[in-house]
């Protein structure tokens, strides 16, 4: 871990050798420490948040990230932000920060680490200002598909029922919206098939979003499904549109929540205020540094380390910023892919429409082509040929003409 030099330790370091008291700080050092034992990066986006009021409200300040075990979590490798590893002895920072805060407990009790516990804030206080976090500039800046953005996000970590996919394909095609999925891609393709039985298909969001681009796909969507608890709280922050999923749930009890969630009603739980425990919160972390003031720092050279250190420091941004451009732009390309994909499906079924519209039209044409060609032929058959029809009267006529004749014979053969 690189070693951070703290201007103000060393400020008054100089204070008290020249044998005045110190008479304040200009820049405070503070450390976060960012955790990582969780499925989704909502505590780490509640750092980071946190981390940010807190430099707000004790500026001038300079903040530096930590964690404490890397583990699994798939977003710590390439941010842009410079992270370092927490030392096994937290005492080695004593030097380097001013003040270090964190909500894990420490093993000892040190006195330059704060733990917003005592400000009485939780993790579920932290979680309430990432609204202020995520501006609209950082969330069209990080949003990796804006063509998916206003879509119904289902968190399949948890496997859904057949019930819900039954809700989520209704309300998507009800409202017109895409689906979206978030978890393990043997999930996603297990829900994926539930929703190919209501005619409905939904498209993977990424596994490998970081903690900006998984808060701007939790904002922009419709309406956010997941089995997390802390998920749930991190969409209810945001806006509010969320359906925390349990076991045993009925088709009522999803549709009438879904349709809670879209239209963006209001839970009845209460919301509760932050502004007391975060100020209470900047105003420990500000006596903490304030009592270290005049601390002597242990005298060592530093001068190449100091050097080294920047270096890594600067390499790491580097290649963190490289790494994070390839990805945004790999994700860009994919998401005018999916555009285009989306695109090309329209023009497809447009296409197969105008198809069937012109055979039926075809077909309509073909029977008035026979139609016509069957009277033509009745007609240049000429009369002789044409069946012949009675003409009474005419009958009448030759009958009586017959009778008269019959008659005039028998007369001349009784006159004689």
């Known amino acids: 871990m690189g070693s951070i030099k703290s201007s103000t330790t060393a400020r008054s370091t100089a204070h008290t050798s020249a044998g005045s ?11 976060m420490i960012l955790p990582t034992e969780e499925r989704h990066p909502v505590g780490w986006l509640a750092t980071r948040a946190l981390g940010a ?10 903040l530096h990230w930590f964690v404490q075990e890397p583990g699994t979590a798939p977003w710590i490798y390439d941010a842009a932000t410079v ?3 927490v030392p096994e002895n937290l005492e080695e920072l004593r030097d380097e920060l001013d003040v270090v805060v964190g909500f894990a407990s420490a093993n000892e009790p040190h006195d330059f680490y704060v733990n917003p516990a005592s400000a009485g804030m939780t993790m579920d206080h932290a979680v309430a200002l990432t609204a202020r976090y995520f501006t609209p500039s950082l969330v069209q800046q990080s949003h990796p598909a804006p063509t998916l953005s206003e879509s119904i996000l289902v968190d399949v970590t948890t496997r859904p029922s057949a019930v819900i996919a039954a809700e989520v394909a209704r309300h998507a095609l009800s409202r017109s919206l895409p689906i979206s999925l978030l978890g393990p891609s043997a999930e996603q393709a297990y829900f994926a098939t539930q929703l190919a039985r209501h005619e409905q298909s939904a498209t993977d969001i990424g596994t490998d979003l970081d903690p900006e681009q998984f808060g701007a796909v939790i904002q922009q969507s419709a309406a956010v499904l997941t089995s997390d608890p802390s998920l749930h709280r991190l969409a209810g922050v945001l806006h509010g549109r969320s359906v925390l999923l349990e076991t045993d749930m009925d088709d009522q009890y999803v549709q009438r929540e879904l349709w ?4 963006n009603l209001p839970n009845q739980q209460t919301a509760f205020s932050v502004e007391e425990k975060i100020a209470r919160l900047a105003e420990v972390v500000e006596q903490t540094a304030l009592l270290r003031l005049g601390r002597p720092m242990s005298n060592r050279s530093v001068e190449q380390e100091t050097e080294r250190n920047q270096q890594l420091i600067a390499l790491q941004q580097g290649q963190a910023s490289h790494w994070i451009q390839q990805r945004r732009r790999s994700q860009r390309n994919i998401d005018e892919l999916r555009a285009a994909i989306t695109q090309l499906e329209e023009e497809r079924d447009s296409a197969l429409a105008d198809a069937t519209t012109s055979r039926m039209e075809l077909q309509r044409q073909h029977r008035r082509l026979n139609e016509l060609e069957t009277q033509v032929a009745r007609l240049d058959q000429g009369p002789a040929r044409l069946p012949r029809s009675i003409d009474w009267p005419s009958v009448m006529s030759q009958i009586e003409r017959d009778l008269v004749a019959v008659l005039r014979w028998l007369r001349r053969q009784l006159g004689r």
Do not use: K, Y
């Open 53 to 62: 009021e807190l430099a707000w409200r004790n500026a001038p300040t300079e």
């Open 260 to 263: 809670r969630a879209a239209s």
């Open 83 to 85: 992270i370092n590893n």
């Open 21 to 31: 008291a110190p008479a304040g700080r200009e820049v405070l050092h503070l450390g």
